[in-house]
């Protein structure tokens, strides 16, 4: 029934495809209304800005710009009307328009950064986003904002994120994200449209993106709309900036981390820009006793061309491996020789391209395509030699494309589909002989339908569904999305929404790991359901006096299907690689913050209490966190300083305890004899608790000059006073006694460097 | 706030074991070895994890018999834990299903049941093939037994390097590198009854599959077959 029912909504979506407005010119001379559109820039550096507010003053009409800093307002009367611009940290904008009917006018409105970040402008395009758009569970992060907030060595877009409520860290070590219960394979991440398998650098102690070059990043932790799939619980969008189209403008940076590059400049009707990032203790340390073998590096570009007024190209890529390269000579005859290379990274490519069809109707369409790969080579020389070569990848192929239209009063509406074409081969060979080899190349087709739709003047609903159809088992799933905003008060609006999201690509990992270096990611096979889950979020936002706004978000989710690795299943029975599991998730998310005037930041909490279940136990998940709590706060001290302070609250989270112990015996079959040793005696799954976890980073930055260029240097002393947050405990059962060992995360850690702009 | 925190800092250390009331368990490992005809049994308590091992950890006193085939055979206290027969021997018979309990003199008592598997018969390689040394060796076996579960070793002579795969199928190839030098080497392929394969798979798991009621351990049962290969 649900496959018919499928399968009608794929017959219906197509028709509403090529249904759709034909592509054609402006609107007839007859129309009786005019339009205004166009697109906002920065008039520093050409960049186009996203989420402006743009509104006719004297009128409720306006809008905001998209994430390409496009607007249009359609359906307007001719006439006169004063025209404005206005964004948080840009002076506003105002002109005079005469407005035709039947026409439609062309702006390009460049705003210039303020250097003071508060008063009413700022504050009234704040409210616009809040007033216009139902955008629940949704925070945006720019540059600035992810470089002030103190970090390891420098700043990062993961664990910046690891920072707001809803979202859970399970060590120092790892910037992975658990959010609302899901595990990070449920993540949908996204580098300019493109899926990002592997976002990781250093076993996940590092995200791979250079904040740098990103203009900014859309993090969506649930109730999500239907042009993003394929995950089961967030949506992590960054976009990198496109290149100053006005002059030639580098940037860089040193930290203890990693010195970084960036250039930027215009080209013949476009843009370029050109991002670099190396790790250097390799280097340093080369021809000393503390060799390090290992270094990172990201290389990203992106290349714009405008055309005409209505066709932009974009061409961007990224590539980014982490390298391990290794060898070490016995020093007698005894000891072996070693000699060990291990590349794994990711590579993206993508092209855009933009058409503005009509002012009020525009596509985008989007050929990609994602590369993840795990190489090694290992030779082991002693009286023989072994040669283990491991060769994984992942080739994603992907096009997409979307139209928008806004021609229909009080309607946004979004049609667009989107095709992957998925290629995994994993193979591990010793010597040219193959142990493992798998293959398997799903392809996953989406169609989407959405409308924005300002019911009444306080009432805004998304609706939207999604069709999607997975080649492995012929697989059809039909996901709705549900979105209501109703402003309540000039200063309070209630939010409100559903969805039913479906996943099928999981990652073998184990419950247990405490750490792993990347992901191995699956498709599902035709064996298993695919992964499942539905959203249910209700809340509100609330505008307090002092430019305080505070958002409370509860929300409920349901999964079904979830995979975990069996590691102990039989080789050739295909239907026991996983357990299935089902589960749940429910909680509570404050968050109060401000983003303009001296001090900035947000407080964060949230409640949350996961479940899974199998058919064997029910049981919480290893990153169920009960209670956490983040302060981040950005304090200006005079002109030149500015004082970082994050601190961070969570509850212990279930570990597997190990109340005993036995002599675990086993009957050696080429000896014939037994052996034995004594090994854990496990607890129930997950049913004790590491102690509390919080930790207190600061920073403290100077901007600058130096040479005749702007610098800023920065100190940063992560866990400033040295708390032992424990990682996990181990038991060494060759003493006797056992002897038990706290294994702790980051000591305290003092980093420093410096930022810099020509 | 860093008032807070260090207050914070205060709390909390290294988890309190004891907490978890661990009540010490029957530590069973019973095997029935269809080629030699023996029984070998162990009979042991588990120990709370910081708890001091002792030198002897077994139980002693316990009355252990084990029935099946028409049989009933009681063993008897050997020390250390040990468990032998006494006078009747266990005669061990494919497809048999044997029936192990034990009372210890506190009260307790535990019971296991298991099936012996058919011994496989070694179809490739020959005895006393001779093949290269550093390549790839295809094993392939017949099995009677309605589960098939098995576990194939390669030792060698001179080297003492042991290797061994478990599988569920009735081939399967030793890698190279498990035949990297010229040497005379031992292989087995041993039939393992569900009990003793669920143990050696997943008594490292969290919640084993003990298949014992009343304890934890095994009571399995393994018969093999045998080849000798020379590797040059």
Redesign the interface.
């Known amino acids: 029934m649900l496959k018919k029912n499928a399968e009608m909504a794929a017959i219906l979506l197509l028709a509403a495809l090529l249904l759709a407005p034909p592509p054609g010119g402006r609107a007839s001379a007859g129309d009786k209304w005019a339009s205004i559109s166009g697109f906002v820039r920065d008039a520093s550096n050409g960049e186009p800005l996203p989420y402006a507010n743009v509104y006719l003053v004297g009128t409720n009409l306006g809008t905001l710009t998209s994430l390409r800093g496009y607007f249009v307002i359609p359906h307007l009367a001719e006439g006169r009307y004063l025209f404005t611009v206005s964004l948080l940290g840009y002076q506003r904008w105002q002109s005079e328009v005469q407005l035709h009917a039947g026409a439609d006018s062309v702006l390009t409105v460049h705003l210039t950064p303020s250097t003071i970040e508060m008063g009413e402008v700022t504050k009234t395009a704040q409210r616009e986003r809040f007033e216009r758009e139902v955008h629940i569970s949704t925070v945006a992060l720019t540059m600035r904002q992810l470089q002030v907030v103190p970090m390891l060595a420098e700043a990062d877009v993961f664990r910046t994120l690891q920072l707001l409520p809803g979202v859970v860290s399970r060590s120092d070590f790892s910037s992975q994200l658990y959010v609302r219960g899901g595990s990070p394979d449920q993540n949908l991440v996204l580098l300019d449209g493109v899926s990002v398998y592997n976002p990781f650098h250093l076993g996940g102690v590092f995200s791979t993106f250079n904040v740098d070059a990103i203009k900014e990043l859309e993090f969506l932790s649930g109730g999500f709309p239907v042009e993003y799939g394929g995950r089961l619980s967030s949506v992590l969008a960054v976009t990198n900036r496109e290149g100053n189209v006005k002059s030639y403008r580098g940037s860089g940076s040193l930290s203890l981390l990693s010195v970084r590059g960036l250039a930027e400049g215009p080209l013949p009707s476009g843009s370029f820009l050109i991002a670099a990032r190396r790790t250097y203790f390799d280097q340093v340390f080369k021809h000393t006793r503390y060799a390090f073998p290992y270094y990172f590096y990201d290389l990203q570009g992106k290349i714009n061309l405008d055309l005409s007024q209505r066709h932009r190209l974009t061409l961007s890529g990224f590539y980014g491996d982490d390298v391990l390269d290794f060898s070490a000579e016995g020093e007698d005859e005894s000891e072996v020789d070693v000699d060990l290379n291990w590349v794994w990274g990711n590579r993206t490519t993508s092209l855009i391209w933009r058409w503005i069809i009509r002012p009020d109707l525009f596509s985008e369409t989007i050929l990609s395509r994602s590369r993840f790969d795990n190489d090694l080579d290992a030779t082991v020389e002693g ?2 030699t ?1 040669n283990l070569m491991l060769d994984n990848r992942i080739n994603d192929y992907s096009a997409k494309a979307d139209v928008t239209y806004l021609g229909l009063r009080g309607h946004g509406i979004k049609l667009g589909f989107s095709w992957s074409d998925l290629d995994f081969r994993y193979g591990i060979a ?2 040219d ?1 193959r ?1 493992f080899s798998y293959t398997a190349r799903p392809a996953l087709l989406a169609l989407y339908l959405q409308d924005h739709w300002q019911l009444r003047a306080r009432l805004q609903l998304n609706s939207g569904v999604r069709l999607e159809h997975y080649s492995l088992g012929n697989r059809w799933s039909l996901s709705p999305r549900l979105g209501l905003q109703y402003q309540i008060a000039a200063n309070l609006a209630l939010k409100a929404s559903y969805g039913q999201y479906t996943q099928y690509l999981t990652t073998v990992a184990s419950d ?1 790991e405490n750490f792993s270096l990347m992901d191995l990611w699956l498709p599902i096979s035709k064996n298993y359901r695919p992964q499942t889950a539905r959203h249910y979020v209700a809340g509100g936002e609330w505008w307090l006096p002092h430019d305080l706004i505070l958002t409370m978000e509860g929300y409920y989710k349901t999964f079904a299907g979830l995979l975990d690795l069996n590691e ?1 299943g ?4 295909p239907t026991d690689d996983y357990f299935v599991a089902e589960g749940t998730a429910r909680g509570l998310e404050l968050l109060l913050k401000r983003q303009t005037g001296p001090l900035q930041g947000w407080l964060g909490y949230s409640w949350c209490l996961t479940k899974r279940r199998t058919a ?2 029910t049981y919480y998940p290893k990153y169920d966190r009960r209670h956490t709590f983040h ?1 981040v706060l950005n304090r200006r001290l005079g002109r030149n300083w500015t004082l970082g ?1 994050v ?1 961070s ?1 969570g509850s212990g989270m279930p570990y ?12 050696r ?4 004899e ?1 052996s ?1 040793h ?8 997950n049913s ?1 608790r590491f ?2 976890y ?1 930790r ?1 980073d600061v920073s403290l930055r100077r901007e600058g000059h130096l040479f005749g260029i702007s610098a800023t240097p920065y100190l940063q002393i992560i866990n ?2 040295n ?1 032992k947050n ?1 990682f996990y ?1 181990f ?1 060494d059962h060759d003493a ?3 002897r ?1 060992t ?1 294994v702790s995360m980051f000591p305290l850690l003092p980093t420093l460097g410096v930022d810099f702009a020509f | ?2 008032a807070a ?2 207050l ?2 205060a ?5 309190d ?1 004891n907490e ?3 009540e ?2 029957i ?1 069973v ?1 019973a ?1 029935l ?1 269809y080629n ?1 005809g023996q029984t ?1 049994i ?1 009979l ?1 308590e ?8 002792p030198e002897d ?1 077994g139980i002693a006193g316990a009355r252990v018999t084990i029935k099946g085939a028409d049989q009933e055979v009681a063993y008897v206290d050997q020390g250390g834990g040990r468990y032998a027969e006494a006078g009747k021997i266990l005669r061990l018979e494919p497809g048999a299903t044997y029936l192990l309990t034990i009372s210890v003199p506190d009260g307790r008592e535990v019971a296991a049941q298991c099936t012996m598997p058919a011994p496989p018969r070694l179809i490739a390689p020959a005895d006393q093939q001779h093949i290269a040394a ?1 390549d ?1 060796l295809p094993v392939v076996w017949q099995s009677e037994s309605p589960e098939p579960h098995f ?1 194939v ?3 060698g002579n001179i080297h003492a390097y ?1 290797a ?1 795969v478990m ?3 009735t081939a399967t190839d030793f ?3 498990y035949l ?2 010229p040497d005379i080497y ?1 292989l ?1 392929v ?1 039939a393992l009854d569900r009990n003793y394969y669920d143990y ?8 084993p599959l003990w298949h014992i009621r009343g304890g ?2 095994v009571f399995g049962a ?1 018969a ?1 077959d045998e080849r000798v290969i020379i590797a040059e």
């Open positions: 009286s023989g072994a010793i010597d002989y142990l247990e102990k039989i080789a050739s029975d064997e136990h302060a302070v601190f609250y597997t305890p190990i109340p005993g112990k036995y002599m675990a015996y086993e009957w079959l080429d000896r014939n037994l034995g004594l090994v854990d005696r496990p607890g129930a799954k004790a102690p509390l919080h207190m400033l006073y708390r424990v405990y038991w006797n006694p056992s038990l706290t | 706030m860093l925190a260090l914070l800092a709390c909390g250390g290294g988890p074991v978890f009331n661990y010490p368990e530590n490992f095997l070895l030699s070998v162990r042991e588990s120990y709370r994890a910081l708890d001091r091992v950890r550093n790839a576990l070793n390669v030792r042991s061994e599988t569920d199928s890698y190279p590198f990297a030098q031992v087995k041993a050696l798979r997943m008594r490292d798991e969290e919640e934890i351990g393994i093999y």
